[in-house]
């Protein structure tokens, strides 16, 4: 069994009597890139903080490491938090040298380290410019770098490309590759899909402050009907227990198939019932759709593929 | 663990502040506004006693009129004065211009008035008539006295030295309250120079969105107690530059800006009330400080945070304006509340310290109180920022935050 560098179970948070987030678990393992998903208010953020102790959980347990996360246990942890910010009228050389000694960095490595980050990220010249005196791209760049000094073993990225310039998103991308690749654990907080679906090894999906999907990107795409035929016809599609239909226009639909039926029977299905197919193609439900179709439950409670087919994260 | 990473969070706050031009600009100009104030003094008291002396010694045209019988012709001539025929022959010679003084010397100058009539010279040059009035006067006791040590003792200029005990040793009078109230002034000094920092060292993480990467990397409690070190080091510079110009005046220009004089050997330092003194000072630093921090936390901006300031600022002024009570009657009912109230206690008992009127069980109160007030202030505040600091657009109810400790949290919903 692979080592659980994040492990949270049970866990629920209460706001002033409201609970945000109610019995969620997952675990995070040492080495992989982990999708930590969900919509505005879903209680991704909550969670990130009441796992770095900045707020205390109203029952469960989070551990980063085996234990509670302590600043002084001396976890190598690399944050980017989704309010960002950094000491505005202080020079950039001194807001990463002391970054980089809270980290535990001594001061020669610090100031040495960012001097070499500086200098690839294009900013060697402004070590001694007060920060607010940088562009906004400039001070996006400081923060990556204060985030990833002193090698982190646990990354954490609450909406990573948030107000990122292209440039410095593909920066960001960059830096997520070679922290994994130096073995670091990657957690990605996002509703960005298709990141997700380019970066993570697994994800979460949290809804109403509970866990909607957890597992592996194909896991949860199987989960959620693994294939979408898309086709463009003309007459009634029929229902059908090997497919639900997800989107019927005049003349173009989408069925969403969730168990082994072969394409050529649900094809011959529809032309039996009449139904005249001009295209016929099939694909792999992205995580966009899934996502919408999980969210989208909530203005159309009766859609027939939701129901019953997400599953719980725990264990 | 508690001191993890609590090193460079002091260094890392005192440093910037101390590199920082406009703190420099800030503290400097207090010693020079002093210095050109202590110009203007040496300048003035130059002028001054040289204007005395010419007032003395001025030469004008004068008559007079004496009831008292004191003024001998002889007196007179020595000021040129030339007896008038009546008071109002003499005004009426002042008016017309004949003469510029005319001085009428009542019966009993002991406590009637001697009235001068001159010719107007100016505010300042008009003094001039009154100090030959005088000392014509003090010319003609002289004489009559006949003896120059006589003179001197009747003019009232006698030295006296007073020793008292305490108990069978002698006391220390004045000299053993100056280094004790020494604490005092630099209690002033650091929270009326350092309120605004204190105020605003929290709400700088909060403003810039640093809270979350900070205590991801340290304690609450590790940043604000560095916080709080580093402000005192950099209110210990601040003090120690204001100091500089009184220090260089009293040791090297004690005479021409007329600083009393004083036997630095002879103060007594009495260990005591100096380490009494030492302990109220630290505690009341500590309780203003983290009390500050702990508004700071609450507030969204400097700005909100701004108009607490005042209010604490007072507190440590409040006590003044009941100073000859707290100095003449200690035990009296004020003064013991406000030698009890927490925000009022420093100063208070930093007063009565220094008076010597407290008592050590007193002293062993307000020094708990001090101490328990700051611990609990530090811990509240950190509680605040904590999880106020995240709040970083509202205001945080303060209930809810300290409630957080019983597994609770403040944020809103805005904010999952």
Same mark, same amino acid.
């Given at each position: 069994m692979d080592e659980a560098v994040v492990h949270i179970s049970g866990f629920r948070m209460d706001f002033a009597g409201t609970?945000?987030? +109610?019995d969620l678990s997952f675990d995070v393992r040492a080495g992989e890139t982990f999708g930590f998903l969900g919509s505005n208010g879903s209680g991704k953020t909550t969670t990130i903080r009441a796992l770095l102790g900045l707020y205390e959980p109203t029952a469960g347990v989070l551990h980063v490491n085996g234990r509670p996360?302590?600043?002084?246990?001396g976890s190598r942890l690399g944050y980017l938090p989704e309010e960002r910010g950094l000491y505005?009228?202080?020079?950039v050389m001194d807001v990463m040298t002391y970054f980089g000694r809270l980290k535990g960095m001594d001061r020669h490595a610090a100031r040495q380290w960012s001097l070499a980050y500086l200098d690839r990220v294009d900013l060697s010249g402004k070590a001694a410019t007060q920060v607010d005196k940088l562009s906004s791209g400039e001070q996006q760049k400081v923060q990556l770098g204060v985030t990833i000094?002193? +090698?982190?073993?646990l990354l954490i990225l609450d909406e990573p490309t948030k107000g990122f310039d292209p440039v410095n998103r593909r920066l960001l991308m960059d830096i997520i590759a070679e922290q994994k690749a130096d073995g670091a654990t990657v957690v990605m907080v996002t509703h960005q899909m298709e990141e997700v679906e380019r970066l993570c090894d697994r994800i979460v999906l949290l809804k109403d402050g509970t866990s909607e999907a957890y597992g592996t990107i194909d896991e949860v795409q199987n989960r959620y009907g693994g294939r979408v035929v898309r086709i463009r016809h003309s007459g009634r599609i029929p229902a059908s227990p090997h497919y639900a239909v997800t989107l019927d226009e005049t003349n173009y639909a989408e069925l969403s198939v969730s168990d082994n039926t072969d394409e050529a029977a649900i094809l011959r299905e529809l032309m039996d019932a009449g139904v005249v197919v001009r295209s016929f193609t099939t694909t792999k439900i992205s995580l966009e759709d899934i996502f919408i179709r999980v969210y989208g439950e909530q203005n159309t409670p009766s859609s027939p593929v939701a129901t019953g087919v997400g599953m719980r994260a725990g264990a | 663990m508690a001191q993890h990473n609590l090193g460079t969070v002091i260094r890392f706050e005192f440093v910037r502040t101390v590199t920082k031009p406009r703190f420099w600009i800030g503290t400097l100009s207090v010693p020079v506004i002093m210095a050109i104030v202590f110009g203007l003094i040496f300048l003035s008291n130059t002028s001054s006693s040289t204007a005395a002396e010419a007032q003395r010694n001025a030469q004008f045209s004068i008559s007079y009129v004496d009831a008292?019988?004191?003024?001998t012709p002889a007196d007179a001539a020595a000021f040129g004065a030339t007896a008038a025929a009546s008071s109002e022959a003499g005004i009426r010679d002042v008016r017309s211009g004949a003469v510029e003084a005319f001085y009428e010397f009542p019966a009993h100058p002991e406590n009637t008035a001697v009235k001068v009539f001159g010719a107007d010279k100016g505010v300042f040059e008009n003094g001039k008539y009154a100090a030959v009035a005088q000392a014509m006067l003090a010319r003609a006791v002289a004489m009559r006295i006949g003896s120059p040590q006589l003179s001197n003792l009747a003019a009232g200029t006698v030295q006296v030295e007073t020793v008292t005990y305490q108990g069978s040793e002698v006391a220390g009078g004045m000299n053993s309250v100056i280094p004790p109230l020494a604490f005092l002034v630099v209690f002033y000094g650091l929270v009326v120079l350092l309120a605004g920092q204190m105020l605003n060292s929290t709400l700088e993480e909060k403003e810039n969105r640093v809270t979350e990467m900070i205590l991801t990397t340290l304690k609450p409690t590790t940043l604000i107690t560095g916080k709080v070190l580093a402000l005192f080091m950099v209110g210990v510079v601040q003090v120690a530059v204001f100091a500089s110009p009184v220090l260089i005046g009293a040791l090297f220009y004690r005479d021409a800006l007329n600083i009393p004089e004083f036997e630095a050997s002879q103060l007594v330092f009495d260990p005591a009330r100096m380490g009494v003194g030492f302990l109220i000072l630290v505690g009341g630093f500590a309780l203003f400080t983290t009390t500050l921090v702990a508004i700071g936390a609450v507030m969204p901006t400097a700005k909100e945070a701004g108009n607490f300031m005042g209010v604490m600022i007072a507190l440590i002024f409040i006590p003044f304006y009941s100073v000859s009570l707290v100095v003449s009657e200690p035990h009296s009912p004020i003064v013991q509340v406000f030698t009890y109230f927490p925000f009022s206690a420093p100063v208070t008992a930093l007063l009565r310290n220094a008076f010597g009127s407290l008592g050590i069980f007193e002293a062993v109160v307000v020094i708990a109180i001090l101490y328990v007030g700051a611990a609990v202030m530090l811990r509240v505040a950190v509680r605040l920022f904590q999880y106020g600091s995240i709040s970083y657009t509202s205001k945080v109810r303060i209930r809810t935050a300290l409630k957080a400790g019983s597994r609770h949290a403040v944020a809103g919903p805005a904010e999952q």
């Open positions: 609970t945000v987030v +109610r996360f302590k600043p002084e246990h505005k009228k202080e020079k000094m002193n +090698r982190p073993e | 008292s019988g004191l003024i």
